[in-house]
């Protein structure tokens, strides 16, 4: 299987390396495992996560009111 890195999924998620972070330490998407060259590694269900998070800022959620309801992504 082919490592989802951060550039991919920055790319295929419209997102900024800076944004993913974020929703990594906000707890918006799970921390990706690391290759043995330690490369980010990310699960297949990050891109959901994203779209998901990306559908919800347009209708002025905020990172906290995400996070509460980050469960149910």
């Known amino acids: 299987m082919v490592p989802l890195t951060s550039g991919t999924v920055c790319s295929a ?3 900024t390396r800076g944004q993913l ?4 330490r ?3 998407i799970p921390a990706p495992r ?9 699960p297949a269900d990050t891109l959901a996560r994203l779209q998901a998070i990306r559908q919800l800022k347009p ?3 905020t ?3 995400a996070h509460e309801t ?4």
């Open 13 to 15: 998620a419209g997102v």
């Open 59 to 61: 209708v002025s959620y």
């Open 26 to 28: 906000e707890g918006l």
């Open 63 to 65: 990172h906290l009111r």
């Open 34 to 42: 690391r290759t043995g060259g330690g490369f980010r590694d990310y």
């Open 21 to 24: 972070r974020l929703y990594e």
């Open 70 to 73: 980050k469960a149910n992504l």
